[in-house]
């Protein structure tokens, strides 16, 4: 059966809330009743009213305190709270306003008068219900539109990062790695959540300039001549050109994997040979992240190596690859966790599975 509202009554005084109680019931409301603060918070916590009628003078918590409670609770601040007082000094007046009640009524309660404004507060309340309703609903809308647009975007950069790979006969797998490394590596870093979601999705496009440099250099089984190198290195300049100018917090970031990804610490990297914090800290993540997947991936001039090797080769002093080509900082971190980077390479092999089972 549908009522008019329901309505907590909230006074110690027994007579006076069987009497508004039974005048209210009568009148198609629905009628909780306390007899005490404590009842009361627990009667509007657990049945949610539409308005509660709440007397000022009991003993432990007065009506003060309990309106005060009500509003500071998630749960109830919403819930519209009208004084029933035998007070009617302006001093009380202003203390029940400022403890968060919405309206006054003298008691004895006059039961014409009271109807009235119960009918008044219930639309209100009903208002504000539909708008906060409404805000809810509008928000989640938006919360999956943007999930959507997040997701097309990331999902559109991937496959242009794939493109790219598989140019260099590159693999989906080695996308997912390089995201799952250099994820790894910035929370061991220390940077927050946000920050590791972007070098997640943004890391994987560090090679993205490739796509500018012939074939026959890319694909090449042999060594390549000092031209040919030198060509090569200008994947690094042409992938920050095609990231740059973008208002993107993703593609800004992917501007400084690809750009500075090949800088070493002491100052003996390309393009722009910049040395020590004068790298971002994405070339510094993205230096030691590249050469560990590539030493442990196949190619068509060399064969796949083990995590141990791998390990021998990036930490030896003398070779190609040497530790003072790494911040100190990022190969402490790769060191002590490198059973976790061997983890990722398994965990997520080149297999010959399709693109599209690859993507999923």
Not at 171 to 187: G, M, N, V
Not at 246 to 252: A, D, F, G, M, P
Not at 293 to 299: G, H, M, W
Request: glycine residues 6%; charged residues 30%.
């Amino acid at each position: 059966m549908l009522t008019k509202g329901r309505v907590l009554i909230v006074d110690d005084e027994r007579l006076n809330v069987t009497i508004v109680a039974d005048s209210l019931a009568s009148s198609g409301y629905e009628v909780l009743t306390a007899f005490n603060g404590e009842e009361g918070l627990r009667a509007a916590h657990d049945s949610s009213p539409d308005v509660i009628l709440l007397d000022v003078i009991m003993p432990g918590m007065d009506g003060f305190a309990i309106c005060k409670k009500l509003k500071e609770a998630d749960a109830t601040r919403l819930i519209p709270v009208v004084i029933l007082t035998a007070l009617t000094d302006r001093e009380s007046r202003h203390k029940g306003l400022e403890a968060g009640a919405i309206d006054f009524l003298n008691k004895p309660v006059d039961m014409i008068e009271l109807t009235i404004r119960l009918r008044n507060v219930i639309k209100l309340k009903e208002y504000h219900d539909h708008l906060k309703n409404y805000n809810e609903k509008l928000e989640k809308i938006v919360q999956q539109r943007t999930l959507e647009l997040r997701n097309s975007f990331t999902d559109t950069i991937y496959r242009l990062t794939l493109m790219a790979e598989h140019k260099d006969l590159g693999t989906a797998s080695h996308i997912k790695r390089t995201s799952h490394y250099t994820s790894l590596l910035a929370r061991l870093l220390g940077l927050s959540e946000k920050e590791s979601d972007i070098i997640f999705h943004a890391s994987p496009m560090h090679d993205i300039g490739k796509i500018g440099i012939p074939d026959d250099i890319l694909q090449n089984p042999g060594e390549l001549t000092h031209e040919q190198s030198e060509i090569m290195k200008q994947h690094t300049t042409m992938g920050g050109s095609v990231l740059c100018g973008s208002s993107s917090e993703y593609l800004k970031s992917a501007k400084r994997f690809a750009l500075y990804h090949h800088e070493n610490w002491d100052g003996t990297g390309y393009p722009y040979g910049l040395k020590g914090e004068e790298i971002p800290l994405e070339g510094r993540i993205m230096l030691i992240i590249d050469r560990y997947d590539a030493l442990r991936s196949a190619r068509p001039y060399k064969p796949s190596l083990d995590h141990k090797t791998t390990m021998r080769i990036l930490l030896e002093v003398g070779g190609r690859s040497a530790p003072s080509h790494f911040d100190p900082m990022v190969l402490d971190a790769f060191k002590e966790h490198h059973s976790q980077f061997a983890e990722i390479f398994e965990e997520h092999r080149d297999t010959k599975a399709c693109i599209e089972e690859d993507l999923s």
